[in-house]
């Protein structure tokens, strides 16, 4: 073979393998996107895969609640203990069952009201990425969950008659960088009961290395109506992890913002640090909190 003839060939090996290069490159923008530690009930990612992720939640809860609508507060303070494991299984690339919120409660208020464990309501639902661009690095993924009233009203849990949660999610890649957010509704069984609220996260993440990929985040709830569950005459809600059916709560609105990490211990493993801090008066229930998980993916 000369010369011309090697050349040639080379340039056609190249050639053949730019776009499994681009393809390789395109699929593993996903691995550089670190999945949300804050909010972990309702900041759904949009990735389809199969993982079990347990967690720990420490979380002060506001020193005061407001009652009513005439200014009245009454005293809380202390904190609140999560111990819960999420579950999902990607079915085809694109489809995915969820089980986002189950787990042991440990509820210890410093004043008026009484320390309490048992058990959270349990979720159940599915998800679909409609878009899965990942020469562009972009997903596109709806979702609905049924959250069943199976816990301990001891903990808050199990009241009402369960709730739905329909969002969207998606995420944007540019390189080491990526935007995910996250909207959607809690929409109750029993509206004159629980309260419907609108959800909102975001989230922007760096994939520094391996094992230090830092993320800022914000996450947000507005009560839509009214309930009716006695003797909650609260004026703001429950946060994530609880649905009081507060009857003064309509039209406020919960915002806390957060940073963390995550690192990548193996193939299939990481650990997630997360410290949200509420930004909005008044706190209620979520005062400050300190999330770490585990991802253990299959």
Known sequence: MNTS????????????????????????????????????????????????????MYQHLGKTLPVGGAGATVPVGGNVQVYAMEIRWAV???????????????FNPAATLTKA???????????????????????????????????????????????W??????????????????????VPNNMARDTAQLHYSAQLGYHAHRYFVPFVAANGFTVLNAGQQEPFAL?????????????AAAGSTQVALGCGF????????????????????PRGVLDDRFTVDFVLRF
């Open 235 to 247: 004026g703001v809600e429950g946060f994530d992890l609880i649905n009081f059916g507060s009857k």
């Open 165 to 186: 949660d329909i969002f969207l999610a998606a995420a944007k890649g540019w390189g080491d960088l990526t935007l995910m957010g996250n909207i959607g509704a809690r």
């Open 92 to 106: 085809t690339e694109r489809l995915a069952i969820i089980a986002t919120k189950d787990g042991y409660v440990n």
């Open 262 to 281: 995550r690192s990548k211990l193996h193939e299939k493993v990481e650990l997630g640090f997360a410290y949200e801090r509420s930004v909005t008066n």
């Open 5 to 56: 003839h090697r050349n040639l060939l080379t340039t056609l090996t190249l050639l053949v393998s730019l776009p499994a290069l681009s393809v390789a490159f395109a699929e593993d923008w996903s691995a550089k996107a670190p999945a949300p530690v804050t909010n972990p009930v309702f900041f759904e990612e949009p990735f389809i895969r199969s993982e079990i992720r347990p967690l720990f």
């Open 117 to 163: 464990s048992g058990w959270a309501d349990i979720s159940l639902g599915l998800k679909y990425a409609v878009i899965d661009d990942r020469e562009n690095q972009f997903i596109l993924t709806p979702g609905v969950e049924l959250e069943l009233p199976t816990g301990n009203r001891d903990v808050f849990q199990g009241n009402g008659q369960g709730e």
